[in-house]
Nanobody
Framework: QVQLVESGGGLVQAGGSLRLSCAGSGRTFSNYAMGWFRQAPGKEREFVASISWGGFDTWTADSVKGRFTISRDNAKNTMYLQMNSLKPEDTAVYYC?????????????????WGQGTQVTVSS
């Protein structure tokens, strides 16, 4: 069974940066797409970014395009989300997820495993 644990969230001022990590255990993720989602209070879960197992293919939501960069290090079973130029509207709980048999996908229902989430709060 795959387990995912996010870390790196916190409180940051607008314009600042954070780097989220998602550590996997239970197996390697060499055949999994991975992704980041976020959910703000009172809002639906929102796709942020997805990356193929080899890192060649990525898909980034328009809302974070140019500011967030997704990457993964399969040797460490870890995925990252580098978040720059943070805005208050980026405030949310961020979740990492893994999708078996997928390349990249923004659909939450195609992900098989989810982390517990890490809080990101951006102050204005």
């Amino acid at each position: 069974q795959v387990q995912l644990v996010e870390s790196g969230g916190g409180l940051v001022q607008a314009g600042g940066s954070l780097r989220l990590s998602c550590a996997g255990s239970g197996r390697t993720f060499s055949n999994y797409a991975m992704g980041w989602f976020r959910q703000a209070p009172g809002k639906e879960r929102e796709f942020v970014a997805s990356i193929s197992w080899g890192g060649f293919d990525t898909w980034t939501a328009d809302s974070v395009k140019g500011r967030f960069t997704i990457s993964r290090d399969n040797a460490k079973n870890t995925m990252y989300l580098q978040m720059n130029s943070l805005k208050p509207e980026d405030t949310a709980v961020y979740y990492c997820a893994a999708a078996r048999g997928r390349i990249v996908t923004p659909r939450g229902d195609e992900y098989d495993y989810w982390g517990q989430g890490t809080q990101v709060t951006v102050s204005s």
